[in-house]
Every structure is written in C-alpha cells, then in structure tokens.
C-alpha cells in the first residue's frame, strides 16, 4: 500500500528535483494518514468538549457518592499514561473476551483520557466565578438548570478558553500514539517512508503537517477569545 517508486540510493538524493519529487510522491500517503489524524482528532474533540461538563457538574455535585465516583475517574485517567489506556482498551479488553477494533478503540481511549482533564478544567472555571452570581439567581427564581445555562457556562467558557486550547493542541500530537495498536496514521506514515527510503524527509514533511494543523487550532481559539472578550 505504501509502496513508492524506487529512487537511487547516491550524492543526487539531496538534489532539489529529487526531493520535489520524492515529496510529490509521498504526499498522498501523507494526506491518507492526515485524514485518519483529524478524523480521531474531531471524533474526540466533539465528544470530550459536552461530556467533560458533564463530568465537572457531577465533581462539583452535592451527592457524595457522584462526587466521589467522578473524582476517582478523573484521578485514574489523569494519573495514568494515555499509551497504556490505549492499550488497555484494545488489548487489555480482548483477553476478556471484549473485541474493539482499533479505530473504536482509539477514540474510547482519548475520550475518556482528555474528558478527565477537561472536567478539571470546566470546575476551575466554574469554582472561578462570584458565588453572590448564583445567589442572585436564586433571589430571581432561576432554576439551577436556568443558571448554568444562562450565566455561569457563559461566563466560565471565556475563562477556560486558554486552556482548552492547550488540551486541544495536545489532542491534535497525541494521535500519534495510535501507532501502538497498528493504527497508519500521519506520524506512521512518515516513520515507514523514513525506514524504508532511509531519508529524514518524511518525518520534516510531517512536522510541516503538524505545525499547520496547530496553526488552524491556535487561529480558532483566539477567534474564540476575541468573540467571547465581553464577558470581561
């Protein structure tokens, strides 16, 4: 599949042609790889983003057992590897007789990795605004549904955007680490060009992809910031 045509292995493969050339036929196993990157990149992303809130209002939650239950997932996924979830998850999983495919695999694991440290984030953000806020909706009759929705998450999203920008730039990297379970995405895609042409090139043309990549993310989020810059 990701067989290249043969070059020659002399003084002319740091010709500028040759890389141009190598590069050109390299490029649509690279994209190949970019697509499986960004299609566990926004599968994860639009799953963590709700599910941490979650998980934040249940930190937070008065009910003692909720509260001790989230907490102990969110130091569990905080305190161990996400490389070793991955692996629990499709290896681990299939010796009890629970077969993923890698693909599912991947996205539980990131899910359920980056929700634990988003729900740490969304609590300090919430913990971070005035309690005379939430008072002051009691004294106007808000329900508690009625006062997250319409005054603290609004507040708390401007609050946390830095953040998350970091967690989100973070996800975009560790995607790589699919590699582990036989997953050809972008990174891989480099390392096997590399091994088998013996040429760093590849792994250059991935930085360039990766960089890209977080670019688009880190113009995003400070749209985003700009955006939501009246919650001062």
């Known amino acids: 599949m990701y067989r290249l045509t043969a070059f020659k292995q002399s003084a002319c493969k740091f010709d500028k042609g040759f890389?141009?050339?190598?590069?050109?036929?390299?490029?649509?196993?690279?994209?190949?790889?970019?697509?499986?990157?960004?299609?566990?990149?926004?599968?994860?992303?639009?799953?963590?983003?709700?599910?941490?809130?979650?998980?934040?209002?249940?930190?937070?939650?008065?009910?003692?057992?909720?509260?001790?239950?989230?907490?102990?997932?969110?130091?569990?996924?905080?305190?161990?590897?996400?490389?070793?979830?991955?692996?629990?998850?499709?290896?681990?999983?299939?010796?009890?007789?629970?077969?993923?495919?890698?693909?599912?695999?991947?996205?539980?694991?990131?899910?359920?990795?980056y929700t634990a440290y988003l729900a740490e984030v969304y609590r300090s953000g919430i913990q971070s605004i005035d309690l005379g806020q939430f008072e002051a909706a009691d004294v106007l009759g808000l329900s508690r549904w009625q006062t997250l929705s319409r005054i603290i998450l609004p507040q708390m999203v401007k609050r946390v955007l830095p953040p998350i920008s970091n967690e989100v730039i973070n996800l975009i990297k560790d995607t790589s680490l699919v590699y582990a379970i036989g997953i050809t995405e972008l990174l891989r895609v480099a390392k096997i060009a590399a091994v088998r042409d013996m040429l760093f090139v590849p792994f250059i043309a991935a930085a360039i992809f990766y960089l890209v990549m977080t670019a688009v993310i880190q113009q995003t989020f400070k749209w985003l910031e700009y955006r939501y810059a009246y919650y001062r």
């Open 19 to 113: 890389i141009m050339d190598y590069l050109t036929s390299l490029l649509p196993f690279m994209l190949e790889g970019t697509a499986i990157t960004l299609k566990l990149f926004f599968l994860t992303l639009i799953m963590m983003l709700p599910f941490g809130v979650v998980l934040a209002l249940g930190r937070l939650s008065k009910l003692k057992p909720l509260s001790v239950t989230t907490q102990f997932y969110i130091w569990v996924f905080r305190g161990t590897p996400l490389l070793l979830q991955l692996l629990f998850i499709y290896f681990g999983l299939g010796i009890i007789g629970i077969n993923i495919d890698r693909f599912t695999a991947a996205v539980v694991a990131f899910v359920l990795n």
